[in-house]
C-alpha cells in the first residue's frame, strides 16, 4: 500500500442491544486483523440499541475496512467516525499513587491545575479522578510520571458530535 | 393452530418454497427430526455419511439450482463437523441456512452432553447467526435467516435452537418471505464517469467473478461485451459466463490461468473488474497487476472496494443494475485490433504433458466433456485436477461447474454432487476429483447408492497430492514431504462394496469405454483414472509473481 500515513479516527457504532452483539464485532476485528487502541460499550437514551465506541488508528485505506466491514454485521445500525473538529470526546482516569506527606502537596496542585480530583487518600497512597479530552489526560500523565504510580485505569474514549443531525438522523432499518 | 417449534421451522420452509433439506440426525435434533417425518410427503430430508457432505450437499444444490440450501444437523459433533461446509459457502458467497438442534436451555452454558456454543464456533464464517431459546422468536428468525442468506453479497446463516425451543408449541400464523435488502444504487454521476473512461479505453479488458453469477447477469456480461468490443477474463467462481468458443472470451485468468488472459490484463490500459475481489490468486502481485492500467470496480459489497488492490473508480451496486445504466452511456468504438490482439495470443498455450505417460489428464477431462451434453454440471474437488477441469472443460453454463474456489476445500466434491444431482435429477453429474480428495469424502458413496444419484465421479489418480507436489516439485527441491501415500486403495473394489460401479483406465481408450459405460448405469460410478505424478498444472505464475514470471512448460 502506497499510503503509509497514520491517521487517529474515533468512530461511532450503534448496534442493537441483544446478547452476542460485542462478541460479534470483537471477532470482525480480530479476523480482518483490525488493532484498535481503545473501545467502550453503553447504553443509549434507547433500551433496543448501544453504542461502541472505538479508537482506531491506521491509514484511510484501514479506515475504510474497518468500517465497510463493520457495517455488513446485521446488528449494525449506523456508524460513523465522529471528526476531530466537531465532535467532543471525553476519557475518564483513575490513578493511584503512593505518596507520602511531602509528596502529596505538589500532587495536589498539579491536579488542580488539570482539574482532577483526590478521591481517595491514606497515609500512603492517594487516588485521583479526572475526566477530559485524551490529550489532556496525556499531559496530565506525562506529570505524573514523575512521582510512584501504582496502578493506571483508562476508560477509553466516548465521543459525541456536535452536530444535530447525527442523532436526529433515523436508523437504517 | 398451535404448533411445535419443529414444526414451526418446517411451516416457515415451506413458506420458502423449499421441498428438499439435508442432514444428519442425533439426540437434540429428535423433535426436529419427528418433524421431519411428519412433514416427508412435502419435504425430502437427504441422510449423508456425514454432516460436512450434507452441508456442501447444501452448497452444491444452490450452485446448481439457484434455490438456497438448507442443512439440519445435532447439537456437538453434528454442528462442529457442518463448519468446513459453511465456511466454503462464506468463501464463496453462496447462501445457506444451517439449522442445528443445542442442549435445552436449563442446561446451556453448563458444558452438558455434546453442548457446543456453535454461534460462537461459526461467528467468523456467517453472514449472521442467531440464538434461539425461546419460541416467540423462532419463526422470524427463519424468515430472516433467508432474507439475509439472500440479500446483497450473499452467505451461510445459522440458527441454533434449544431442544426445549423445538417441543415447546405456540400458535403459528402463517407468514411470507422477507423481501430482501435493497442493493445499493450507484449515482448516475458515478456511471458517467466509469462510461467516459470506457469511451476514453483503447485496450479494455473486463474482469469478471462470481458477483456476476450472483447477479445473474450471464446475458447481460455479454451484451456488455460486444458493446464496448473488448476482450474479458474470468475468475474460478464465474466459468461460463462467457461462451468457450467466443472471441472475448481469453480465458481463466490469474496463478493458473491462460496466457492470454494474463497477458490482456498486463497490457489493458483500463481493467473493468465486475463482481470480483482481485484476490491473491488472480493480482498475485497487487502492486504490479495490471500496472499500466486504470481500474475500475463493480460490486454490491462496498467493502470490497481497495481491498486488495487500490482502484481508480469503484461503483458499489448490483451488476446486471450497472449494466443496464451504463449501456446508453457508451460510445461505439472500434477496437478490433486490440481484441484482435488477444485472441491470437489465446493460440498460445502452456500444457506441456508427460511424455511417458499413457494418459493424460487432458485428455481425461476433454473424452468426458465430449461424451456428455450442454446440460451437465461438472463438479470438482481441489488440486490439480481441479485447475485441468477449470482450464480444459468448454463451459458453457456458469451453474454447471461447481467448484470450491475461496476455501479451496478437499473433500467439497462428492457432498456438493450429490446436492447438484438431488436438486436436477435430469442433468447428468460428473464429480472430478483426485485421490488425496478423495480419500477426504469417498464416505458419501453410501448417499449416492441409498438416492440412486447416477453421478460419475472421475478420479484423477495420479497417486500423490499432487498440488502441493508441484509445489515441492518446482520450490522445495523435490522434498517430497507427506505428499506421496504409499496407498493401495483399489477403487473398483471399495466403489463395489459401496454398492457402486467401478472401473478403473489406464489409457484414453479404456476412460472412453469405461465413461460409456459409466453413463449407462443408474447409480454412481467411479473411474479411477490412472496418471502420472510429474504432470503439472501449467501455465502457472507462482504468488507473488507477475506476468514475466509465469511458467509455460
Ligand atoms: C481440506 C484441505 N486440506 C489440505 C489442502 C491443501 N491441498 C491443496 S491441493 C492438495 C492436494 C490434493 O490432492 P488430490 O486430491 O490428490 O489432487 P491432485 O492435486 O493430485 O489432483 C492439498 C493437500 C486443502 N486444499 N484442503
Ligand atoms: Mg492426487
Redesign the interface.
Given at each position: 500500500?502506497?499510503e503509509k500515513n497514520y491517521k487517529r479516527e474515533v468512530i461511532s457504532i450503534l448496534v442493537d442491544n441483544e446478547?452476542?452483539v460485542l462478541?460479534?464485532v470483537v471477532?470482525?476485528f480480530?479476523?480482518r486483523g483490525f488493532n484498535i487502541d481503545s473501545l467502550t460499550v453503553s447504553a443509549t437514551n434507547d433500551p433496543k440499541l448501544s453504542r461502541i465506541t472505538i479508537v482506531f488508528t491506521g491509514t484511510d485505506?484501514a479506515l475504510?475496512?474497518i468500517i465497510?466491514?463493520t457495517?455488513?454485521?446485521?446488528v449494525v445500525r449506523d456508524i460513523f467516525t465522529l471528526g476531530r473538529d466537531d465532535s467532543i470526546y471525553r476519557e475518564l482516569l483513575l490513578i493511584k499513587l503512593r505518596a507520602d506527606k511531602t509528596a502529596r502537596t505538589a500532587i495536589r496542585e498539579i491536579t488542580d491545575i488539570y482539574r482532577g480530583r483526590i478521591v481517595d487518600l491514606s497515609k500512603s497512597s492517594l487516588i485521583i479522578e479526572m475526566t477530559g479530552a485524551p490529550g489532556k489526560i496525556d499531559a496530565f500523565m506525562e506529570m505524573m510520571n514523575c512521582y510512584d504510580i501504582v496502578e493506571v485505569c483508562r476508560t477509553g474514549i466516548t465521543g459525541i458530535g456536535r452536530d444535530l443531525t447525527v442523532d436526529d438522523e433515523p436508523c437504517k432499518a | 393452530m398451535k404448533l411445535t417449534g419443529s414444526q414451526i421451522v418446517m411451516e416457515v420452509l415451506l413458506e420458502h418454497g423449499v421441498d428438499t433439506v439435508f442432514g444428519y440426525p442425533g439426540g437434540t435434533a429428535l423433535n426436529n427430526y419427528d418433524a421431519l417425518y411428519e412433514y416427508s410427503d412435502r419435504i425430502k430430508h437427504v441422510l449423508t455419511a456425514h454432516e460436512q457432505g450434507a452441508a456442501h450437499a447444501a452448497d452444491g444444490y444452490y450452485r446448481a439450482t439457484g434455490k438456497t440450501g438448507v442443512v439440519f444437523a445435532t447439537s456437538g459433533p453434528g454442528a462442529t463437523n457442518l463448519v468446513t461446509g459453511i465456511a466454503t459457502a462464506f468463501m464463496d458467497s453462496i447462501p445457506m441456512v444451517a439449522i442445528t438442534a443445542n442442549v435445552p436451555d436449563p442446561l446451556i452454558g453448563r458444558d452438558a452432553f455434546q453442548e457446543i456454543y456453535i454461534t460462537g464456533v461459526t461467528l467468523p464464517i456467517t453472514k449472521h447467526s442467531f440464538f434461539i431459546n425461546d419460541i416467540e422468536d423462532l419463526p422470524g428468525a427463519v424468515r430472516k435467516a433467508f432474507r439475509i442468506a439472500n440479500s446483497g453479497r450473499k452467505g451461510p446463516v445459522l440458527i441454533d435452537i434449544t431442544k426445549d425451543v423445538t417441543a415447546a408449541e405456540m400458535e403459528y400464523k402463517p407468514g411470507k418471505p422477507l423481501p430482501l435488502d435493497k442493493y445499493p444504487k450507484a449515482r448516475k454521476k458515478e456511471i458517467e464517469e466509469v462510461a467516459k473512461m470506457i469511451n476514453k479505453a483503447e485496450r479494455p479488458v473486463v474482469y469478471y467473478g462470481g458477483g456476476v453469477v450472483a447477479s445473474r447477469a450471464e446475458k447481460e456480461l455479454n451484451a456488455f461485451l460486444d458493446l464496448i468490443d473488448a476482450p474479458s477474463a474470468y475468475t474460478l467462481m464465474a466459468a461460463g459466463c462467457v461462451g468457450n468458443e467466443d472471441h472475448r472470451n481469453l480465458g481463466l485468468i490469474g496463478m493458473h490461468g491462460s496466457i492470454a488472459a494474463n497477458r490482456a490484463i498486463d497490457r489493458a490500459d483500463l481493467i473493468i473488474a465486475l463482481g470480483t475481489r482481485f484476490s491473491d490468486r488472480v493480482a498475485l502481485n497487487p502492486d504490479k497487476w495490471a500496472h499500466r492500467a486504470k481500474k475500475v470496480q463493480v460490486d454490491i459489497d462496498r467493502s470490497e472496494v481497495d481491498k486488495n488492490v487500490i482502484v481508480d473508480k469503484a461503483v458499489v451496486t448490483d451488476i446486471k443494475e450497472f449494466i443496464n445504466t451504463i449501456t446508453p452511456m457508451i460510445k461505439k468504438k472500434d477496437r478490433s485490433e486490440w481484441v484482435a490482439q488477444a485472441t491470437e495470443w489465446k493460440k498460445k498455450r502452456g500444457d506441456a504433458q508427460c511424455q511417458e505417460a499413457q494418459l493424460h489428464p487432458k485428455e481425461i477431462v476433454d473424452i468426458a466433456c465430449d461424451k456428455t451434453d450442454n446440460e451437465t454440471i461438472y463438479v470438482t474437488d481441489v488440486g490439480q485436477h481441479q485447475m485441468w477441469a477449470a482450464q480444459y472443460l468448454k463451459h458453457c453454463n456458469t451453474q454447471h461447474f461447481i467448484t470450491s474456489g475461496g476455501l479451496g476445500t478437499m473433500g467439497y466434491g462428492y457432498g456438493a454432487a450429490i446436492g447438484a444431482q438431488i436438486g436436477c435429477p435430469d442433468k447428468r453429474v460428473v464429480h472430478f476429483t483426485g485421490d488425496g480428495s478423495f480419500h477426504m469424502n469417498m464416505n458419501e458413496a453410501c448417499t449416492a447408492v441409498s438416492e440412486n444419484l447416477p453421478i460419475i465421479t472421475v478420479i484423477f489418480d495420479n497417486k500423490v497430492l499432487g498440488m502441493v507436489y508441484q509445489w515441492q516439485t518446482a520450490f522445495y527441491g523435490r522434498r517430497f514431504s507427506a505428499t506421496t501415500p504409499d496407498r493401495k486403495t483399489d477403487y473398483v473394489k471399495v466403489a463395489e462394496g459401496f454398492g457402486a460401479k467401478g472401473y478403473a483406465a489406464t489409457t484414453p481408450e479404456e476412460f472412453e469405454k469405461a465413461f460409456d459405460a459409466a453413463l449407462k448405469n443408474d447409480g454412481p460410478s467411479w473411474i479411477a483414472c490412472s496418471i502420472a505424478a510429474e504432470e503439472r498444472v501449467l501455465p502457472m505464475i507462482p504468488s507473488g509473481g507477475g506476468i514475466e514470471d509465469m511458467i509455460i512448460g
Open positions: 500500500m502506497a446478547s452476542n462478541a460479534r471477532s470482525l480480530g479476523r485505506n475504510h475496512q465497510t466491514q457495517e455488513k454485521l446485521e | -
